[in-house]
């Protein structure tokens, strides 16, 4: 795990496959804003462990609710960066006590694009031609401009399989609502996965007294690493209102 920073909790978990150092610069940016910031990394990758098979998000949720608990500093902000999400939502769920609000980064709409979860599945996968994923990268992942190349490594096979098992296993009814959490919903504005027509759904249905929403241009589903200061920057804003 990796810590930085003293103040209020903020957890911050990563994209299908990743690990948490894709959140540098973001994490960088929220310490020296007075914020105390864990990065766990996902079962499978270095030192973190346990079951990779039959497995729920519940059991993901678990090992997060043990990350917080054992700082024992208070509720947590959960900020969940694409499946990152699910993870933070499940937790609000499951352990409402230690969960102050969750943000989403990057989280798909409730009615998911066949296609764009193709093109996500074929992007991630490590056995897939370079040349598919690259294109699947710019499909989804990185905004008209910005370059995708980065992202043809990082991805860990055996912890994307493991997360894929956890997320397929895990109905969204159980995960969609992330408890009675305040929400942000931090978008790119070029990502498939939230275009336009969905922008504003978790507004109309859980209201605008618990979901705020910010939308960062020039950004897709990699918005972390596409514009970490503008994410950073929300968060920040974010969780200095929080009550």
């Known amino acids: ?79 969940g960066h694409a499946f990152g999400h699910f993870v933070a939502k499940m937790t609000a769920v499951d352990f409402p006590q230690l969960t ?42 990185f905004a008209r401009g910005n370059d995708p190349t980065s992202w043809l490594t990082g991805f860990h096979a055996n912890v994307r399989a493991a997360e894929i098992i956890a997320r397929d296993a895990t109905p969204q009814s159980e995960y969609w609502s992330a408890g009675r959490a305040p929400i942000l919903d931090i978008q790119g504005a070029e990502d498939p996965y939230r275009p336009p027509a969905s922008r504003d759904e978790l507004v109309k249905e859980f209201g605008t007294q618990r979901v705020s929403m910010v939308l960062i241009q020039h950004g897709a589903h990699a918005v972390i690493v596409e514009q970490p200061r503008a994410v950073a920057d929300a968060i920040i804003a974010y969780a200095k209102k929080l009550k």
């Open 100 to 141: 102050r609000a969750v943000i989403l980064i990057g989280a798909a709409q409730k009615a998911a694009n066949p296609d764009v979860s193709r093109s996500v599945a074929i992007a991630t996968d490590p056995s897939q031609p370079e040349a598919e994923r690259l294109k699947n990268l710019k499909l989804v992942f």
């Open 1 to 79: 795990m990796i810590e930085e920073g003293r103040g209020p909790l903020i957890v911050l978990l990563p994209s299908l496959g990743r690990d948490s150092e894709e959140f540098d610069p973001v994490a960088a940016r929220l310490a020296s804003a007075g914020f105390r910031v864990l990065r766990p990394q996902p079962r499978g990758f270095e030192r973190s462990s346990g079951p990779m098979e039959k497995i729920t998000l519940h059991d993901l949720a678990r090992d997060l609710a043990a990350v917080i608990e054992h700082e024992n500093s208070g509720p947590a902000i959960l900020a």
